[in-house]
């Protein structure tokens, strides 16, 4: 397993970590085998937030890492806030809701630090400096050790990246969503690191059959799905080393966060990053359409 640094931090987490949100209490899967099973394997970055299963999720990933935390790099999100009924929730970025969601994501995690706080989104009309002053004060305060972004709206990640020591963004990108292209570079320069969701583009770069993506017609979907298809059967690979290597061979992307809910999913993701140390993606010509985001851009 390769082994990254997360922005100016200190920290390092593995190149592929996983994404913890699919993994629901309610199901037979028993998911601490599997989030041990990972670890086993040299994984050692997890990936939750309190939106999840109204808190369950940090609660499942918590009791899954009870006696190996030290070991592990957690990552949480915040911003999204239940309504009390849970019929849906509201953006609350605001100082008194990040301290209070801060205290109950440690209570449900059973630890008493975050690696990585994260703000779960984010709009242009946020107060900033608020939500700066609140991030750096839970630094000092031990609860957390860094803090970043999940956002693929440049006019939030961008000044966010201008204005605060944040160490991360996490954003969808994939051979079908070529949009943070654009803004890789920059935030690299910045110490900023990019965690990447969507690497596999809802399967459709796997086996799901193709439909609009985007900007993409089926058609297009289709064209790269199979360019991807006929490189992994070419290199006798996995589909998922294809797809992972555009991403992960770059110095730009730190990790790619993987979702998984079965342990044919694991298996078949640790296979990936086995076959990700010999397969060399500069030998091919990329086939993907470039893309760019269409809003929030200023």
């Known amino acids: 397993m390769q082994y990254n640094t997360l922005g100016n931090s200190s920290i390092k987490i593995s190149s592929v970590g996983i994404g913890c949100m699919s993994m629901s209490p309610s199901t037979n899967m028993d998911y601490v ?7 086993d394997n040299g994984i050692n970055y997890f990936d939750t937030a309190d939106l999840y299963d109204f808190g369950e999720n940090e609660r499942l990933l918590g ?20 309504n009390k009924d849970r ?41 900033l400096d608020e939500v700066v002053d609140t991030l750096e004060k839970l630094k000092q305060s031990g609860k957390i050790k860094e803090y970043g972004i999940s956002s693929i709206r440049p ?17 969808q990108f994939s051979l079908l969503d070529t949009r943070p292209e654009a803004y890789v570079g920059e935030l690299r320069e910045q110490g900023i690191s990019i965690l990447v969701r969507g690497a596999f583009a809802q399967g459709l770069l796997l086996n799901k059959p193709a439909k609009d993506y985007l900007q993409h017609s089926p058609v297009q979907v289709e064209k790269i799905a199979n360019w991807v298809s006929v490189v992994a059967k070419q290199e006798g690979i996995s589909k998922e080393t ?23 999913h694991l ?8 076959e990700l140390t010999s397969f060399n993606m500069g030998n091919y010509y990329l086939p993907m359409q470039a893309l760019s985001y269409q809003d929030h851009i200023n």
Request: proline share 1%; charged share 20%.
């Open 63 to 82: 009791k899954a890492v009870k006696g190996i935390r030290q070991q592990l790099v957690i990552a949480t999100k915040v911003g999204n806030e239940w």
């Open 87 to 127: 019929s849906g929730w509201k953006w609350n970025v605001s100082k008194d809701y990040i301290n209070k969601a801060i205290d109950d994501s440690l209570t449900r995690l059973g630890t008493d630090y975050i690696d990585l706080y994260q703000i779960h989104g984010g709009t242009k009309e946020d107060n």
């Open 155 to 171: 006019n939030v990640f961008l000044p966010f990246a201008a204005q605060s020591n944040m160490v991360s963004n996490m954003m």
């Open 242 to 264: 294809v797809a992972l290597a555009y991403l992960l061979q770059r110095q730009q992307v730190t990790a790619a966060v993987i979702g998984i809910r079965t342990a044919e």
């Open 33 to 39: 085998a599997l989030i041990n099973q990972a670890v």
């Open 267 to 274: 298996e078949n993701l640790l296979q990936a990053t086995q």
